[in-house]
């Protein structure tokens, strides 16, 4: 039989192992194992820079703002830049699942999803092509913009909502065309990453990095229809959720095993870069400013993009990194055929004009809204 001294003893040891792991749990749920990655990067020189800037269309006057990528993600940087405007705290726009699924239950789903064999690597042209002629001067490494009209983002949500896809799927499409024209061998296919929101509803969930994704393998005939038919299947997969738990491999193998993990990675996949739609960020008190944004980059994820609708119009954001031979000219002649695509895309066989300013709806919804309300900046 224990004496009374003993049990005492036995439940203060219990006691102490009780509020050690409740510490421990504390801890864990402070610390941002998506932030390691990117201090990783930078310790081995490779910039996790993301960009914000507010855009005057009537005097062209551009306000940049960096952002380091292992603070926040894109969703957190908007929300950053439109408190500074005087703008009250808003709920981000949330995940559809609520809350992070549970491990063996992502697990059962990617284990039956079909995988793609397409090898990790890009095949891109030595060059482009000097007789190409340069729309505009972009200086290698930083963003390059364009922003298209209401009436273009009006037409884009008709024929969207007309083939049954979302804008985002469509804009995708797009810069796909633009960047296999201009920079990969003819027959070849090469992966984006897509980034996905994994804010739940807990408010604790709102801020810092949360934002994870998954990859698609495109070549250069890949339509709206295949990339939104795809995106869904993914969602459906819950592959971003079983990339979300690996990339917290850092709380069992520390900083170290981090490092070692992306330098093993990186010395062997490679990756066209990230598509993010971030969706609107309208600025109602500011009419005449445009809000966009642009990814980090790297030289595993050479193209950086950010696309945002705000106050009625697209901003499309552009970021070649200068790993890439003829870095400059490609940004250029992809941002301006992207661009370029899209118009014709959005009045393509139209019947009806695009209507006045006044007969403007508010918003138009869109077939797939959960799957656009996902959108964040991604890894890369």
Not at 123 to 140: F, G, K, Q, V
Not at 348 to 370: N, Y
Request: aromatic share 10%.
């Amino acid at each position: 039989m224990l004496t009374i001294r003993q049990n005492k003893k036995r439940y203060q040891n219990k006691k102490r192992y009780q509020n050690k792991k409740r510490h421990e749990n504390r801890a864990r749920q402070r610390t941002d194992y998506i932030a390691q990655w990117y201090e990783v990067r930078e310790d081995m020189g490779v910039s996790d820079r993301i960009h914000g800037f507010l855009h005057n269309p009537q005097t062209q006057h551009t306000e940049w703002q960096d952002f380091r990528h292992r603070d926040l993600d894109g969703i957190s940087m908007i929300a950053v830049m439109k408190q500074a405007l005087g703008y009250a705290p808003e709920t981000p726009p949330l995940c559809r699942e609520g809350k992070e699924p549970g491990f063996w239950s992502v697990w059962r789903k990617v284990r039956k999803a079909p995988k793609d064999r397409t090898e990790k690597q890009v095949h891109w042209r030595l060059a482009a092509s000097a007789a190409e002629p340069l729309p505009t001067d972009i200086t290698a490494a930083e963003p390059g913009f364009r922003v298209l009209s209401h009436n273009t983002l009006y037409a884009l949500k008709q024929q969207a909502r007309m083939h049954g896809v979302s804008c985002a799927s469509l804009t995708l499409a797009a810069l796909n065309k633009a960047v296999f024209q201009h920079c990969l061998q003819d027959g070849s296919q090469a992966w984006w990453f897509y980034p996905v929101n994994v804010r739940g509803s807990d408010p604790a969930t709102h801020n810092g990095n949360r934002s994870s994704g998954f990859y698609l393998a495109l070549n250069a005939g890949s339509s709206a229809q295949d990339i939104h038919a795809r995106v869904k299947q993914k969602l459906m997969a819950q592959e971003h959720w079983w990339l979300w738990k690996m990339a917290h491999i850092g709380r069992f193998v520390g900083k170290t095993g981090v490092r070692f993990l992306y330098q093993r990675i990186s010395r062997r996949q490679f990756y066209l870069g990230s598509f993010s739609y971030l969706g609107d960020c309208s600025l109602p008190d500011h009419p005449s400013l445009l809000l966009g944004v642009c990814g980090a980059g790297s030289a595993n994820y050479p193209i950086a993009t950010g696309i945002t609708e705000c106050n009625g119009q697209l901003i499309l954001s552009l970021k070649f990194h200068p790993s890439l031979a003829d870095a400059q000219r490609r940004q250029s002649l992809c941002l301006h055929s992207w661009a370029q695509g899209l118009e014709k895309m959005a009045f393509a066989s139209q019947s009806l004009p695009a209507p006045e300013e006044s007969e403007r709806p508010e918003a138009i919804p869109e077939p797939l809204t959960d799957t656009d309300q996902q959108k964040a900046l991604c890894h890369d």
